[in-house]
């Protein structure tokens, strides 16, 4: 079959490789539309810690099932869950396999959704309710993370919120934090195709030298360490800050900040397997008009282009359209 994969260093191709097969408990689903983000980038160009040359890239993914899983028929519209939890560790234990010590992902320790064909564990999918676009359905992953982040805020009616990062799951965020009761969601963003876009939606750029703007829910979706020292000075006292991005280690910031002005730091970590069943809800429901996020829709054989195009920060969200499309 054909897929997409990384090969190593910074080549990535469309290469045939070999179809999977379901072993006990997992199942094979045709992918219709598979998402590229920045995790994808970070892979290809050899800056991910777990992925190894050979993967198949890909694990924002929707498509149908090729046989049928537990009550759910062949054919069947879904969403898979790409999280790989070990099931034994203290946190898997505890009912929280998405913070588990020894998690694994569809798309970077596990062949990806950008091919043919994709094997998943059946428990790890999420029926869509019918009649929503696939292509949207592409979109439930990263709109789980920002289902997660709004919930971990504790973001109240009446509050001003500010997104830090004007990607994907940073305006999937804002979309989120409005919906949630922010009464103004603001964002900041360097990258001037990014900002227009965030401005099309509606959201305002904010200007850092203004304290009394300053939000009391603050989404730090960068990851960046050039962007960590400055996060807290967005943040109202006695705010929230939440750190969405993943950063590369320890990046520095002002404690004393924090301190003096009584902030307070939470950490997101993907989604529980709830999130992502709202997510799908919120994507039939569509109040974000989600298809607006997709800048481009590509086959797989121009992948390869479609991965530099995203490098180059000129698009929101970039789709590896599988069989299933059609």
């Known amino acids: 079959m054909q897929a997409l994969v ?7 191709e469309a290469a045939a490789v070999p179809e999977p097969s379901a072993p006990p ?28 040359p ?11 099932l090729l046989e049928p899983a537990g009550a759910l028929p062949a054919g069947t519209a879904v969403v898979v869950n ?23 992902l569809l798309g970077i320790d596990a062949d990806g959704g950008a091919a043919e064909v994709l094997a998943c564990p059946a428990g790890q999918l999420v029926p869509l309710p019918p009649g929503v676009d696939l292509r949207c359905g592409a979109l439930v992953e990263p709109l789980a993370v920002a289902v997660r982040a709004v919930r971990r805020s504790g973001l109240r009616l009446g509050q001003r919120a500010h997104v830090i990062g004007a990607g994907p799951v940073g305006l ?14 603001t964002v900041s963003e360097l ?30 979706c960068t990851g960046h360490p050039d962007a960590a020292p400055a996060v807290t000075g967005w943040a109202a006292t006695s705010g929230t ?37 709202a997510a799908a809800e919120l994507a039939a ?8 996020f997709i800048t481009s829709t590509v086959p797989i054989a121009n992948g390869p282009e479609a991965v530099a195009r995203l490098s180059g920060g000129s698009e929101v969200k970039v789709l590896v359209e599988g069989p299933a499309a059609g």
Not at 34 to 51: F, M, Q, S, V, Y
Not at 54 to 64: S, T, Y
Not at 285 to 292: C, E, I, M, T
Request: proline share 6%; with cysteine.
């Open 6 to 12: 990384w090969q190593g260093a910074n080549k990535v």
């Open 25 to 52: 408990g997992w199942v094979l689903v045709e992918p219709a539309y598979t998402g590229l983000c920045g995790t994808d980038l970070h892979i290809c160009h050899g800056e991910h810690p777990r992925a190894q």
């Open 54 to 64: 050979g993967l198949v890239l890909g694990h924002e993914i929707a498509g149908r």
């Open 82 to 104: 790409p999280l790989l939890a070990c099931g034994s560790c203290r946190s898997c234990l505890q009912g929280q396999p998405h913070v588990c010590e020894s998690l694994r």
């Open 172 to 185: 999937l965020i804002a979309q989120c934090a409005k919906l949630a009761g922010a009464t103004e969601v």
């Open 191 to 220: 990258v001037p195709e990014r900002a227009a876009v965030a401005a099309g939606f509606g959201f305002p750029l904010a200007d850092p030298a203004a304290p009394d703007r300053r939000a009391e829910v603050v989404f730090d």
């Open 241 to 277: 800050v939440v750190t969405v991005g993943t950063y590369p280690g320890v990046a520095g910031t002002d404690l004393q900040n924090v301190v003096f002005r009584e902030l307070t730091i939470i950490g997101t970590r993907v989604y529980a397997h709830a999130d992502m069943l």
């Open 285 to 292: 429901r569509d109040p974000f008009g989600l298809s607006q």
